[in-house]
């Protein structure tokens, strides 16, 4: 498997730290300081479903491939306006697809898991084409009252299309169930014989547990990725991370031992946009020409399970 095309999509509206802190009490300076984003796109007059058919065109128009020719389409979201039908049913007509296709909600590493299932229907002669889509609309489930996780996310949608090749080495998946450390709960309709009925709330976070299992367990999927493909930290060229926080990221880096210009960043202008921001920023590398045939790539993500995930690519 190998990439063959890839778009992106972000809301038009831009939104600064300092716009943040006229109505929350917070301050560029601490946002800045504890996360490294200075602004995030937002939603305002467009919808998810926009965003996400925007990168898909994009990423087929890339590949060179005409819709028909897709296979498969694979969906990361972890929620959006629909409950059901899945966000991929929604695209499909848009996008000019005419392929099945399923959602996959693996949170932040949905990207990385996405890759994993693509990779499998390929060796299994299931497809030939397939296109992964990341479209995440965090902001709509935010507190807005709290200062303490709207800071952190920014809207967007990332795709990908990936075709036959050798470029995808392994991927390495960890679960480690623990909803209290990042959820969010839906409501649901009152039925006559429930007892205990959930109202639904926005999105919880134990934000500092989150980053010390984010730093370690995203440290040790990439290690082992590595050490199964006998690939050593420094012969890697890029790390491409779930752009979550820039110290998270710093933490990985340290525990790698590799420098600073290996890990490419984009969360200063987007935030934590989910499952989307691996191939945000992957689209953004391959736009500046950053990344060359045979370099080694590895891909991480981590979000609310626990889950995290990391990949490696030889690139094609
Ligand atoms: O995709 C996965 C999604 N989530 C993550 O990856 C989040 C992982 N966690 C983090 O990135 C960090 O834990 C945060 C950025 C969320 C918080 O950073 P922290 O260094 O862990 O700060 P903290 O929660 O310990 O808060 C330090 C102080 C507290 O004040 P006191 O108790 O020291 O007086 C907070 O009340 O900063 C305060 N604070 C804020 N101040 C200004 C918390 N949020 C804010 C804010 N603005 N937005």
Redesign the pocket.
């Known amino acids: 498997m190998k990439v063959i095309g890839t778009g992106s999509a972000l809301p038009s509206l831009t939104v600064s730290n300092d716009d943040l802190a006229t109505f929350?009490?917070?301050?560029d300076a601490?946002?800045s300081t504890?996360?490294g984003i200075k602004t995030r796109h937002l939603l305002s007059n467009e919808t998810l479903y926009d965003l996400a058919v925007e990168a898909a065109n994009k990423a087929i128009s890339a590949s060179g491939l005409t819709p028909d020719q897709i296979d498969f389409l694979l969906v990361s979201n972890v929620a959006n306006e629909h409950i059901t039908p899945g966000l991929s049913c929604i695209i499909q007509k848009r996008i000019g697809v005419t392929c099945p296709g399923l959602d996959i909600n693996v949170a932040?590493a949905g990207f990385v898991n996405a890759l994993m299932l693509a990779d499998d229907m390929m060796k299994a002669g299931r497809a030939k084409y397939v296109l992964i889509v990341c479209a995440e609309e965090p902001s709509k489930y935010c507190n807005w009252q709290e200062?303490?996780t709207s800071?952190?996310f920014g809207d967007g949608a990332g795709a990908v299309v990936l075709g036959p090749g050798n470029a995808f080495k392994n991927v390495h998946l960890t679960m480690i169930s623990d909803r209290d450390v990042?959820y969010y709960e839906r409501h649901m309709e009152k039925t006559p014989f429930e007892q205990k009925q959930v109202e639904g709330q926005p999105l919880m976070?134990k934000?500092?547990d989150?980053?010390r299992t984010?730093v370690s367990e995203s440290a040790k999927d990439v290690q082992k990725v590595l050490e199964e493909e006998k690939v050593s930290a420094s012969d890697v060229d890029y790390y491409l991370l779930?752009q979550?926080?820039k110290?998270?990221i710093e933490g990985i880096r340290s525990i790698l031992g590799q420098p600073e210009e290996k890990f490419p960043t984009n969360i200063e202008k987007y935030g934590?946009t989910?499952s989307a921001s691996i191939p945000i920023l992957l689209d953004e590398m391959l736009a500046e020409n950053k990344i060359k045939k045979g370099d080694k790539i590895v891909m991480s993500a981590?979000?609310a399970g626990f889950v995290s995930a990391a990949c490696l690519w030889e690139w094609e």
Not at 24 to 27: A, G, P, Q, W
């Open positions: 929350l009490d917070t301050s601490w946002i504890r996360t932040c200062r303490d800071i952190l990042l976070m934000g500092k989150l980053f984010a779930h979550a926080n110290r998270i934590n989910s981590f979000g």
